[in-house]
């Protein structure tokens, strides 16, 4: 333990403020910060399955609140936050997953790709099926 | 060799991970539109009551809310450190904590339909 050899040790100062440092910094935070917003999203519709079993009385109040302004300003940004954590977690892809066809590793454009595309093909299939259009 | 329960915590963040960027975008856009008064037929009671009654519906519906849950959890933990909130314990134990409450409420409210 550090108290056991020095009686004064060295804490260095650590602050939020290094996240202003470098526009790389700051779009990291970005990306971190979208966890706020998905959980925040989420514990909500938790709470709009409570109204959903609790009737269609209570479901009807929760739509309701759901059109103040706002939650359409919450939505707004909700959405905005989810869609760059889809990106930087599929542009990050190719790094967890690299992925190897007899010698020669696959192109990262090509799998960062197939994630970007399967995306698009899976929100447009669900899309559709809630019958949003 | 050290025992960690890195792995534990970690597999359902990555997991949750990548459901939410593969699923919460356009689930946020389906509330959106709700939110718009362009309703989704989904949305609509009778529709959204029958489909949360099946029990698959039911498993997909509780294993997408704590993965989404703990993943946010994790990364708020990480990023408190990041913020220089050196209380790692103290925070691990809120966020996971509260995702695993709103998971359980979740299985309870689903239980009810």
Not at chain 1, 37 to 48: D, K, N, P, R, S
Not at chain 1, 77 to 89: E, M, P, R
Not at chain 2, 15 to 31: E, H, K
Not at chain 2, 49 to 78: D, E, N, P, T
Request: proline share 4%.
């Amino acid at each position: 333990m550090a108290e056991e050899v020095s009686r004064k040790p060295y804490v260095r100062e650590m602050t939020y403020r290094w996240i202003f440092r470098h526009p790389r910094y700051l779009r990291y935070m970005a990306r971190e910060f979208s966890c706020l917003f998905i959980g925040a999203w989420t514990l909500m519709m938790v709470w709009g399955l409570k109204q959903l079993a609790e009737g269609p009385a209570a479901w009807g109040a929760f739509l309701e609140c759901l059109k103040s302004p706002a939650s359409i300003v919450f939505h707004v940004i909700a959405l905005g936050f989810a869609v760059y954590h889809s990106t930087t977690w599929f542009n990050l892809a190719p790094k967890a997953l690299p992925l190897q066809i007899g010698e020669e590793f696959v192109p990262e454009a090509a799998i960062a790709g197939a994630h970007f595309a399967a995306w698009a093909v899976l929100s447009l299939a669900v899309f559709f099926l809630a019958g949003a259009f | 060799m050290a025992i960690s329960n890195k792995p534990i915590v970690w597999g359902p963040f990555a997991a949750g991970g990548t459901l939410t960027a593969f699923l919460t975008p356009v689930l946020i856009l389906l509330t959106l539109l709700a939110a718009l008064g362009h309703t989704p037929d989904l949305l609509a009671y009778d529709r959204l009551h029958a489909f949360a009654g099946h029990w698959l519906a039911k498993l997909a519906v509780a294993g997408v809310v704590f993965l989404s849950l703990w993943s946010a959890a994790h990364r708020l933990r990480i990023t408190c450190y990041d913020l220089g909130v050196r209380a790692d314990v103290a925070v691990a134990t809120v966020v996971y904590a509260v995702a695993l409450a709103g998971t359980g409420a979740a299985v309870l409210y689903l239980t009810k339909i």
